[in-house]
């Protein structure tokens, strides 16, 4: 076979001191496209298991480019540091950006010296189509989905190329990878990362999945989906973690996915899995004992806000009602449930409001937010985990631009991304009595929880369950001296193992 160019397929470090262990699915969707014949895909995800830095610097000699995936946030001041160091070895080596934060801010990106090209909206048909154009060193002019520097340094933003399904695009090519290295654990159980679908059909106005793929969603085949399970399940994988941001669109299709699931009789469970409150309201007893059946161990949905008003504005086309009616259709069939919550949306009253009137206002979804809670688990123990945030201004939406009006110090160049900045109306008081609802009074009050952290120390887990149920019954959560000492002692812990009690925030 003559010596194949490469092309080289990488994944950044999603925090600083955090590697994603997950398969990196995009960039094998990407690879899936290109000819075999005439190139090599290179897929890098950061890992401390190897030296990837060295081994991209070495193929970066004579590659035909280097792509990256960049999500915003700490990702982008990962892909900086190695692009500064290739454009040290290959200073010509065409640079191309695919994944969210491209495609959201397409000329910051490019104004910057890191970006050559930028991929937008579904990378698969795209990123072939450029690589014949690289390889022939033709003009980029024309081609559908790109945003581009030409030779004088010019942006030129290319006709957008149109949503396709992608049941059109080939199996994901495993064999580039050593699936080995990419396990994930849920449970004790070896996982692996999948996606069954692309693009949403809603409008949330704090998402940027409208303005990525314009409302559009295309899912796999269930044969599809599970032909790759199958594959995984024999090379060990014991569990499948569910990437879509909205698995349960189409009912009869959930339905028939689930048929077949249990008919093929896979040693394997699934989980952690999206769906949307409403749609799955609507699904029949049978689907849901279907889901149950299957194995199905938890599903997310995004209830937002128990502050009716806050989630009219938001788009999310749910009533607080409906939020309450999910956890119980749940509880019901023995489903887990996980609701995530986020503190501080803005709303249209935020525009008139004075700082004093903005603290009733994030008082109120406070107290709304405890409403619902305890309209869900009026026993405070009930649950198997509630998800809670506070309000981060991610670009690309409405509510986005309403914060860039309402005073947020937008960042104006693309190094400025790797930092999320908070919304100036949360204060740090408030995220810190967040980080304390979701990471220590939460797990706490719910029965049985042993806390990964303190396990041994029996008499402290007590104490810790008892105060937990006793501040959310009261929502009393001044003086959380408990929560002091956890902290304290996690952060000791943090020290001598590296490893942190909340890695994620
Ligand atoms: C897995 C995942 C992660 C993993 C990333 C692991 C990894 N290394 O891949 C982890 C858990 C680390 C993560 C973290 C975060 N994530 Co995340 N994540 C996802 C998730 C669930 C799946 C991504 C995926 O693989 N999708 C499947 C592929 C096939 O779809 P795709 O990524 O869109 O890829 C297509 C195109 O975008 C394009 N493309 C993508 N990459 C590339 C690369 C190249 C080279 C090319 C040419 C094309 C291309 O082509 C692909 C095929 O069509 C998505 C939701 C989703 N369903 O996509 C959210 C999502 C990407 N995450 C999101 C967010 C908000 C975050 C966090 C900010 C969350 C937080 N508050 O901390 C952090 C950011 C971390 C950081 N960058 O600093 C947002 C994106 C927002 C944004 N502006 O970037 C998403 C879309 C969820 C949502 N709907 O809001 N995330
Ligand atoms: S928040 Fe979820 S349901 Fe709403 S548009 Fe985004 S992906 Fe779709």
């Not at 999948?194 to 106005?205: A, M, R």
């Not at 008892?466 to 952060?491: G, V």
């Amino acid at each position: 076979m003559p010596v194949r160019q490469k092309i080289i397929l990488f994944s950044p470090k999603p925090r600083r001191h955090t590697y994603s262990n997950s398969i990196p699915v995009a960039l094998l969707k990407i690879a899936s496209m290109i000819d075999r014949k005439k190139y090599e895909s290179v897929i890098v995800s950061a890992t401390p298991k190897y030296d990837y830095e060295t081994q991209i610097l070495k193929d970066s000699k004579d590659a035909l480019c280097f792509a990256v995936r960049v999500l915003t946030g700490h990702d982008i001041i990962e892909a900086i540091e190695l692009i500064k160091k290739i454009k040290k070895v290959n200073p010509n080596l065409p640079i191309v950006w695919g994944g969210w934060h491209g495609a959201i801010f397409p000329d910051q990106t490019l104004e910057s010296s890191y970006a050559d090209i930028i991929i937008r909206g579904q990378g698969e048909r795209t990123f072939k189509e450029l690589v014949e154009r690289l390889v022939t060193k033709k003009d980029l002019k024309g081609l559908p989905g790109i945003i581009y520097k030409d030779k004088s340094g010019k942006i030129i933003h290319n006709p957008e190329r149109p949503f396709e399904d992608i049941n059109n695009f080939p199996d994901i090519p495993y064999d580039l990878i050593n699936i080995d290295d990419y396990v994930d654990n849920f449970d004790g159980l070896r996982a692996a990362f999948y996606v069954t679908s692309q693009g949403c059909p809603f409008k949330c106005k704090f998402c940027a999945e409208p303005l990525v793929f314009k409302q559009r969603w295309s899912s796999l085949s269930n044969e599809r989906i599970l032909k790759d399970w199958e594959y995984l399940s024999k090379k060990g994988i014991e569990f499948i973690i569910i990437g879509d941001d909205n698995f349960f669109v189409n009912e009869k299709k959930v339905k028939d996915f689930c048929e077949k699931f249990i008919a093929k009789k896979l040693p394997l469970k699934w989980g952690r899995v999206s769906g949307r409150v409403r749609q799955m309201l609507a699904f029949s007893d049978e689907t849901w004992q279907l889901i149950k059946d299957t194995g199905c161990t938890d599903i997310q949905v995004g209830a937002e806000t128990g502050d009716q008003n806050v989630l009219d504005y938001i788009g999310k086309e749910l009533t607080v009602d409906e939020i309450v009616q999910f956890i119980e259709r749940a509880r019901k069939f023995k489903i887990k449930a996980t609701p995530a919550f986020i503190l501080g949306l803005p709303t249209e009253e935020f525009r008139k409001a004075s700082s004093k009137e903005i603290q009733k206002l994030l008082d109120k979804q406070w107290n709304a937010f405890f409403d619902v809670m305890d309209r869900c688990y009026k026993d405070h123990k009930d649950y198997d985990e509630i998800r809670l945030f506070a309000y981060d201004p991610y670009p690309g939406n409405p509510l986005y631009d309403l914060s860039c009006e309402l005073g947020f110090d937008a960042p104006k160049k693309l190094e400025e991304w790797a930092i999320i900045r908070p919304a100036p109306w949360i204060k740090e008081s408030l995220r810190e009595k967040i980080r304390m609802l979701q990471y220590f009074l939460f797990p706490y009050a719910r029965d049985g929880y042993a806390g990964r952290h303190i396990k041994k120390f029996k008499l402290l887990q007590k104490l810790f369950h008892k105060s937990a149920q006793w501040r959310w019954k009261h929502r009393f959560f001044a003086l959380p001296i408990e929560y002091k000492m956890y902290r304290a002692y996690t952060n000791l812990r943090t020290k001598k193992t590296g490893q942190s009690a909340t890695d994620h925030e």
